[in-house]
């Protein structure tokens, strides 16, 4: 009976550090899917204000140069 409650502990233990291991794998994956996505934003950001930029540069009316008569 104490071997079998023994063998039962070991399993646990180890099942316990796979799953720790696991965990900390993701919390890694998790912190550079955070990285990278804030590197997408910064990008979305930066290219909606050069578009925007460039849209208000269209529709603004430009200076005519006066005609010569």
Same mark, same amino acid.
């Given at each position: 009976?104490?071997?079998? !409650? $023994? $063998?039962? %502990?070991? =399993? *646990?233990? @180890?099942?316990?550090?796979? +799953? /720790?291991?696991? %965990?900390?794998? *993701?919390?890694?994956?998790? @912190? &550079?899917?955070?990285?990278? *996505?804030?590197? #997408? =934003? +910064?990008?979305?950001?930066? !290219?909606?204000?050069? !578009? +925007? #930029?460039?849209? =208000?540069?269209? &529709?603004?009316? /430009?200076?005519? =140069?006066?005609?010569?008569?």
């Amino acid at each position: 009976m104490i071997e079998r !409650l $023994q $063998q039962r %502990l070991e =399993s *646990l233990k @180890a099942e316990y550090q796979a +799953g /720790q291991k696991m %965990l900390a794998e *993701l919390e890694t994956k998790q @912190a &550079n899917l955070r990285e990278t *996505l804030l590197r #997408i =934003s +910064g990008a979305i950001q930066v !290219l909606e204000e050069e !578009l +925007g #930029i460039e849209t =208000s540069e269209e &529709n603004t009316p /430009q200076e005519e =140069s006066p005609e010569m008569p």
